[in-house]
């Protein structure tokens, strides 16, 4: 009955238990707020990713590879192999780098 | 042979990979240059055309790659980009810029010995883009320094070979080799550094922008062995007189007395 707490209103309707939707808890909407979308600064502009985005999958949704981009967040290096487990946090300065030519 | 850290090049042009009109240009005068180590630049991903990746036209297995510092405007900038560079290729080779006048793109002395001392410790192969100075290039040798890249004038002019009289004194004091960087601008510059003992001279702009990239990478190949092969053959020496090459003797109506002396 829990699966789906940020439907609110139904939620409410369906599950009298204060357990989960209680007004002591209320203010601080838990559930809604975890759902709220994150926002990060790709490059110099502002963008916004879903809670639990990881590395990996930002890179994927902006169509880059992940061999030949190297990521920084808020200044520091990310292994490649932490790109598929790495989440993105709310504010996080990324940095998506590439080879380009040059003399 | 030219060994740079322990590493053997056939070839003594090292090419840079920018201001080229198309990729698949970049990678015939390539090619066509013969050279085994090409500069690289590191730059923020445009998120605009995510599929522009220099990756996919460049062979490692054919060519090392040197990535540089550029745009760096001080130490810090550079061994940040230094270690993203290292993070990014899987190499510790780096061309070491730093440019703090974005007019002159000068090399900042003081700053490139910082940053070489410290991506020395790092155990980076540091070739530092340098001013001409015999002096300088004593210091980054001593710091650790794979080669020593004194510039010819400043990047991308194409003015030549400026600064010949400090070139001569540093490839006469260097242990390690001498890379001539920046400001050639014609195959014939080219060759006169290999003449004066110079290791290699690393061009991009000159090839990069000339009427036909790729047969201007064929001239500087050219220009490069014969330079270096004068070199190996020892020029003669300068004279400010005239040296006859005819024999002086045996003129046709000259008289006897004068033919005797």
Known sequence: ?103 | MLTIAETDFTSRLFVGTGKFSSAAVMERAITASESEMVTVALRRVDLENPDDDIMTHLDREKVRFLPNTSGARNAEEAIRLARLARAAAGTRWLKLEVTPDPRTLLPDPVDTLKATEQLVKEDFIVLPYMNADPILALRLQDAGAAAVMPLGAPIGTNMGIQTALQIAIIIEQARVPVVVDAGIGAPSHAARAMEMGADAVLVNTAIAVAGDPVRMATAFKQAVQGGRTAFEARLGTRSSSARASSPQRGQIGEPLDFIEE
Do not use: W
Not at chain 1, 71 to 88: G, S
């Open chain 1, 1 to 103: 009955m829990i699966d789906s707490p940020c439907q609110g209103k139904n939620f409410y309707g369906k599950n009298s238990s204060f357990l989960f939707y209680n007004e002591a808890v209320k203010p601080f909407q838990p559930y809604r707020l975890s759902m709220k979308k994150l926002q990060i600064v790709c490059n110099g502009q502002p963008q916004e990713v879903p809670p639990g985005t990881t590395l990996a999958r930002l890179l994927e949704d902006l169509t880059l590879p992940t061999d030949s981009v190297v990521a920084e967040i808020n200044k520091q290096i990310i292994d490649r192999d932490q790109y598929a487990t790495l989440k993105l946090a709310q504010g996080d300065q990324v940095e998506l780098i590439r080879f380009v030519g040059g003399g």
